[in-house]
């Protein structure tokens, strides 16, 4: 009785580790993150990505500004690229998303203001920036190639460094 009873408790630790394992590598599994400087003060200035997604889910596109350092740098910037309350400069750009060679999403967008900032690591630092929204959209599984294209001139821009932005989009409500 003894033997069959440790038997069934080793399974079921078995059982246990190998449920927690299957978790933790869930758990580990980075979402999708990508974002690149793109120059935003010129017209025909591009960035582009080539990236899969194995499930369906939301992901945001976005437009990111390193916000500076020092209150009256950040107020000067924030007054360029805008706040929650305030649409800042517009930056009218072409967002196109190409889905296993066929285009997905075609659209021109007059972006305006920021929503909230976003950390990043760029050239070995983290440095907060202000996130300007051009869409969120569900994709279905498949390979993609998304390319945001300036449309026109902002000088206003000038010395803001600037990303293109594409990630898995799950807001905490």
């Not at 394992?21 to 990505?49: E, I, K, N, S």
């Not at 659209?107 to 202000?130: D, L, R």
Request: aromatic share 14%; glycine share 6%.
């Amino acid at each position: 009785m003894k033997y069959t009873m440790s038997v069934q408790a080793l399974k079921q630790w078995r059982n246990a580790v190998l449920m927690m394992a299957c978790f933790w590598l869930v758990a580990c599994t980075d979402p999708l993150h990508l974002y690149q400087p793109l120059d935003v003060t010129r017209a025909g200035q591009t960035a582009r990505f080539d990236f899969n997604i194995p499930k369906k889910g939301d992901y945001r596109f976005a437009l990111l500004f390193y916000t500076g350092s020092g209150l009256i740098e950040m107020n000067r910037r924030f007054a360029v690229f805008g706040e929650q309350n305030e649409k800042g400069i517009v930056l009218p750009v072409s967002l196109v998303i190409v889905k296993d060679g066929h285009v997905f999403f075609d659209k021109q967008i007059k972006s305006t203001g920021t929503g909230w900032t976003q950390h990043i690591k760029y050239e070995g630092k983290e440095i907060n920036t202000a996130v300007r929204n051009l869409d969120v959209l569900t994709l279905p599984p498949g390979n993609y190639q998304a390319t945001v294209t300036m449309l026109s001139d902002t000088p206003e821009f000038n010395d803001i460094l600037s990303f293109f932005d594409v990630d898995f989009f799950n807001p905490k409500i």
